[in-house]
């Protein structure tokens, strides 16, 4: 028998937007186990730089709708604009609450918020003017952040169960509801079933899918992979935001704030280059705009250094004292993975992976939808995600710098409410579980314990990778996408066939490696099935074959489902809250 | 290069034992943690934790030939070819270079590290001028990683009394904002011949934050409070 702990609610995930839901649990007296591979503030959250967007008009004039706007025109259009006005009306409440947790923001001098231009955020409905919306702990606002939820989630006495792995979804066969979770608690590679009437998923995004990512080695996509594998859908997997400014090389992270702060790129001239290829936001255009603009001028020969096989991100005439005080983290980093200190050097940047558009499909509150019936947005009893895993869909095509933290804390908090509105409407008592309930993950495990032989995790992980890489990047080719797609089918059977030679039960990690590598797996098949079939271009998919957006087939947000790898679509909710519908038009920066 | 690595699995080994691994290392292998990775794909036992590898989450703080520090950001141009890596000193091992945190936290935890502010809250932010803001700058950017803590003499010698370094470090993190009015309660909870003033000023702290803050100029301060308060 697997030992069963029983919780209202379990939250999977400490970063951002789990600890935003922590907190609204635990202040409601709930008992909550909130799970986390690592130690809270371990959490890639930590890792954001730049800034948090909310329009509090602290430098520039500025209203929640000029953010909508932009939100929209960012997302090409495939956002959902209901979600994207809730997010843009939330955020004054979500940031000024954040400031009264304690978080450490820069100052202006009136002694408001520091705030700061990002790209893609404007004045007046995309003028050329750029609207100050970025609000900014010098570039370290994750680490900031992620350290003040885990401070007032001390405060609220919640209960973490650290470096515990989720591993699959339970759910009751009548109905599909969700009733709890599988969990290996890692120290004593004890498997447990955690027992909720909710279960919110927080598990952040899958970059590690990739070669060359700024994402951490735990963003292993563990949330979809549960997802898939109980059967249901994720949304829109095929977008996948290449930052400019990874360091080339490392693909550690340097901020968007860096060219916020006056920053620019240059080609191997000495070029200004963004100015041809967006001539009113220049340096401060959307992240898909600049990192095709990038990979265009490497490709065409223009790049710098000896293999001509990066850009230069150049800031020294920003002064000493703009960069210490404001870029202190950037300086650090590019002084130890660049060998370049900004004060006088510029620092050598590609587009990099950053970031999962993508993901569990849910609607604003948090709660997880899946086509049923008539229905393509059925709520599934029990299961609610936010944050990096879930699909909202706020982002659309490609998220704007400084809405990621963003939606961490307005989903985080909706998602916590609408999880307390759920359990207090619905005062019914656990449900029972399933007979066989987690058997299928004590299957995985034994499978894996078992194996005296067969592929080694991390040579089927870096093949993964490497195919990502090559057949599904910042510009997406016919044949690259059809070779890919048999490519990750064959990985994905080798992943049937890992084997570890650690069998030790304590802190196993190399368990727990094999274990991400199967749901990097189900996340990497349906980002190259959904892509492959997007026959357009939108935002971060980019195809040769198909350059324009084609807005009468394709506004439509896929729907990935690991049976069969079929596909499904859904409309794109075009209709906001309270105001007009945001026309597409023709993108331009 | 070569790595000798503290190895110790409970279910397998009577005691602790060092292992060494011959990892060739080209130009992409900037940092120790590069140099670690490729020790466990040659053997898939060895444990350690680590996470975002640009030094900003705290997770992978080990003993590098006897100098506490994050391998993500210790650079292998500036190794020795030959490195011994150890678990944090004064803590107990759970296995290999993973050690158990749980006293590290609890001392984190029992400084109240959160504002304490019983005004209500305003309808915007509170204002705080850039100068009090300052105040916060090498103190917030603390990472928990517990390189200062686990290489301080009085923290190995009384870890469940006195705070340690990166306790105290936050302790005054709290102190220093202006948005906090728990000043005097804050000075309570460490005046104490164990919490606060085992602290002999040994610097070890200092001398190893892969941060670059500065513990003991945080201790000194709150001393120093301590000394107003009584006159």
Not at chain 1, 167 to 181: K, M, N, R, T
Not at chain 1, 371 to 398: D, F, Q, R, T, W
Not at chain 2, 157 to 185: C, H, M
Request: proline share 5%; with cysteine; charged share 25%.
């Amino acid at each position: 028998m697997i030992p069963v702990r029983r919780f209202d609610a379990i939250v999977v995930g400490a970063g951002g937007s789990g600890m935003r839901a922590a907190l609204e649990l635990a202040r409601a007296n709930l008992k909550v186990a909130v799970l986390s591979k690592v130690f809270p503030t371990r959490s890639h959250t930590v890792a954001a730089q730049g800034g948090i967007a909310a329009p509090l008009a602290n430098s520039t004039e500025d209203n929640w709708h000029w953010h909508m706007y932009d939100t929209v025109k960012g997302s090409d259009y495939l956002g959902d604009q209901d979600a994207i006005e809730y997010m843009c009306r939330r955020a004054i409440e979500v940031v000024v609450e954040l400031e009264h947790m304690g978080m450490p923001f820069d100052r202006l001098e009136n002694g408001k918020i520091y705030q700061r231009p990002f790209g893609g955020h404007t004045q007046d409905y995309g003028s050329a003017k750029m609207a100050m919306r970025a609000c900014a702990a010098a570039d370290r606002t994750g680490h900031a952040m992620l350290h003040t939820l885990y401070q007032q989630n001390v405060r609220a006495n919640t209960q973490f169960l650290v470096e515990w792995m989720a591993l699959d979804l339970i759910l009751d066969p009548q109905d599909g509801a969700v009733v709890g979770v599988t969990a290996l608690e890692m120290e004593t590679g004890e498997l447990c079933i955690l027992q909720g009437k909710g279960v919110l998923l927080a598990t952040g995004g899958a970059g590690r899918i990739y070669w060359a990512t700024t994402n951490a080695f735990i963003n292993t996509g563990d949330g979809l992979g549960m997802v898939a594998r109980a059967g249901l859908p994720l949304e829109d997997m095929e977008f996948w935001q290449f930052h400019p400014t990874g360091v080339a090389g490392a693909g550690v992270l340097i901020t968007e704030g860096v060219r916020g702060e006056g920053g620019y790129l240059l080609n191997k001239n000495g070029e200004r280059f963004m100015e041809r290829y967006a001539p009113n936001a220049k340096d401060l255009a959307s992240r898909d705009v600049v990192s095709r603009a990038m990979t265009t001028e490497i490709k065409e020969g223009r790049g710098c250094g000896e293999h001509g096989d990066h850009v230069l991100l150049k800031l020294d005439h920003l002064g000493p004292e703009v960069i210490m005080h404001r870029l202190p983290g950037i300086r650090e980093i590019a002084m130890k993975f660049a060998n370049a200190d900004p004060i006088r050097d510029p620092i050598p940047v590609v587009p990099t992976v950053h970031y999962q558009m993508g993901g569990i499909p849910t609607n604003y509150m948090g709660q997880v939808v899946a086509p049923e019936g008539a229905s393509k947005e059925a709520i599934v009893p029990g299961l609610y995600a936010v944050g990096e895993c879930a699909c909202v869909s706020v982002h659309g095509a490609n998220r704007l710098g400084t809405n990621s933290l963003l939606d961490l804390l307005v989903f985080g908090k909706a998602g916590g409410e609408q999880l307390i509105k759920d359990l207090r409407t619905q005062p019914t008592p656990h449900r029972n579980l399933p007979k066989d309930a987690g058997e299928p993950t004590r299957a995985r495990l034994a499978r894996l314990d078992g194996a005296k032989s067969g592929e080694r995790v991390v040579d089927v992980l870096n093949d993964l990778r490497r195919t990502m890489q090559a057949h599904c990047a910042v510009f997406r080719f016919p044949d690259d996408l059809h070779k890919g797609v048999e490519k990750v089918k064959e990985l994905g059977e080798r992943v049937q066939r890992t084997f570890i030679g650690d069998k030790s039960k304590v802190y196993n990690t190399a368990r727990v490696e094999a274990l991400e590598l199967e749901n990097l797996v189900e996340t990497a098949m349906a980002t190259m099935i959904s892509a492959e079939a997007r026959k357009e271009s939108r935002g971060a998919q980019a195809r040769a074959d198909f350059p324009e957006r084609d807005d009468k087939n394709w506004m439509k947000h896929t729907l990935w489902y690991k049976e069969g790898n079929r596909l499904d679509y859904k409309p794109v909710h075009l209709r906001p809250l309270t105001v007009q519908t945001m026309e597409p038009k023709v993108r331009t920066y | 290069m070569k790595l000798t690595i503290y190895r110790y699995d409970p279910e397998k080994d009577a005691a602790p034992r060092y292992q060494d691994y011959d990892v060739p290392v080209d130009s992409h292998d900037r940092m120790l943690l590069d140099a670690l990775v490729k020790a466990k794909a040659q053997d898939d036992s060895l444990s350690f934790r680590r996470s975002c590898r640009e030094g900003v989450c705290g997770s992978d703080a080990v003993n590098i030939n006897g100098k506490n520090g994050l391998a993500c950001i210790t650079k292998i141009a500036e190794l020795p070819e030959h490195v011994t890596i150890r678990p944090l000193p004064g803590l107990p091992v759970i296995r290999d270079l993973i050690v158990d945190m749980t006293q590290f936290f609890k001392q984190y935890h029992s400084i109240k590290p959160y504002v304490m502010n019983s005004d209500p809250p305003p309808e915007r932010e509170r204002l705080q001028s850039p100068e009090e803001r300052e105040h916060l700058d090498g103190l917030y950017e603390c990472i928990l990683c517990a390189c200062c803590s686990t290489s301080c003499p009085s923290w190995w010698w009384n870890p469940d009394k006195f705070v340690g370094p990166a306790g105290l470090l936050q302790a005054y993190r709290f102190i220093a904002d202006t948005r906090d009015q728990a000043t005097s309660e804050r000075l309570d909870n460490l005046e104490d011949p164990y919490r606060l003033f085992r602290c002999h000023t040994i610097m070890n702290c200092v001398d190893v934050c892969p941060k670059g803050l500065n513990p003991t100029k945080a201790i000194n301060h709150i001393k120093e409070l301590l000394v107003k308060r009584a006159v």
